[in-house]
């Protein structure tokens, strides 16, 4: 196999063995593990073994399966889906917004529609930030707005216009039945019948979101978990830089 020919790793290299975990609605016993044996063989996995079977609820039961997978990949032509930036300290980056944009870097954040968790949009912009990486309320040249969660998307856009915002965060952390990507819609929508879209930087963030997938929503960039805000901060100021 070619170096660049990858599948996952188990006991030996490229052996394909992975862990699988999921629930069927089904009531455990012989026939439900047979039952996730065969669902797993039709995902094109080879010598499965279920290894645990637990009843969680009525008629429902949580399974652990070992198997080997089939396909394997061409690491070469894998590109990244995550925001491709050069990351600047703290110090860096309010030296160029100084230096460079010549004025205060203006953001307002929130949490949109019936979201109330806030954990995602408090780690980029309250002032002690995330992993030891300070947050935009933090930095001496940028005014950061957190309007926190369960804002309505004229809210935080009345927001935006109140406070001449180079750029809006969205953060969203909801994902069951797919509400994040209507959120997210509604809020691109909004601002395109108001003619603002190109008024603001527009910036999501979550658990599911991906940089890929905010571009297909309309966003200038998507940040998962484990965003730091100094990324967000250098995207921010690189992107703003590069409009001028």
């Not at 394997?72 to 995550?82: G, I, N, W």
């Not at 209507?182 to 910036?203: A, M, P, S, Y």
């Not at 890929?212 to 967000?232: C, H, I, N, Q, R």
Request: hydrophobic content about 40%.
């Amino acid at each position: 196999m070619s170096e660049t020919m990858i599948r996952p790793y188990g006991d030996t290299l490229n052996d394909g063995m992975v862990q699988l975990s999921f629930t069927l609605p089904v009531e455990n016993g012989p026939k439900a593990r047979k039952a996730a044996e065969i669902y797993v063989s039709k995902l094109n996995f080879k010598d499965i073994a279920v290894v645990h079977a637990e009843r969680i609820a009525d008629n429902f039961t949580f399974f652990v399966v070992y198997a080997r997978a089939v396909p394997t990949l061409d690491y070469s032509e894998v590109k990244p889906a995550e925001v491709e930036i050069e990351a600047m300290s703290f110090s860096e980056i309010n030296r160029l917004i100084k230096s460079k944009l010549n004025r205060p870097l203006t953001v307002v954040g929130a949490t949109i529609g019936s979201d109330a968790h806030t954990v995602g949009i408090d780690a980029i912009m309250n002032m002690k930030g995330y992993n030891q990486d300070y947050g935009l309320e933090r930095y001496p040249h940028i005014n950061a707005c957190n309007m926190g969660a369960q804002v309505s998307c004229e809210a935080l856009i009345e927001k935006a216009l109140e406070l001449n915002a180079d750029a809006i965060l969205v953060s969203q952390t909801i994902t069951q039945r797919d509400v994040y990507i209507r959120n997210l819609t509604e809020l691109v929508e909004l601002l395109k019948t108001e003619n603002l879209r190109d008024r603001f930087i527009l910036i999501a963030g979550g658990p599911r979101v991906t940089n890929d997938l905010a571009k297909k929503l309309g966003y200038d960039a998507g940040f998962g978990p484990g965003t730091v805000p100094s990324s967000v901060a250098s995207f921010l100021i690189v992107r703003i830089l590069e409009k001028m």
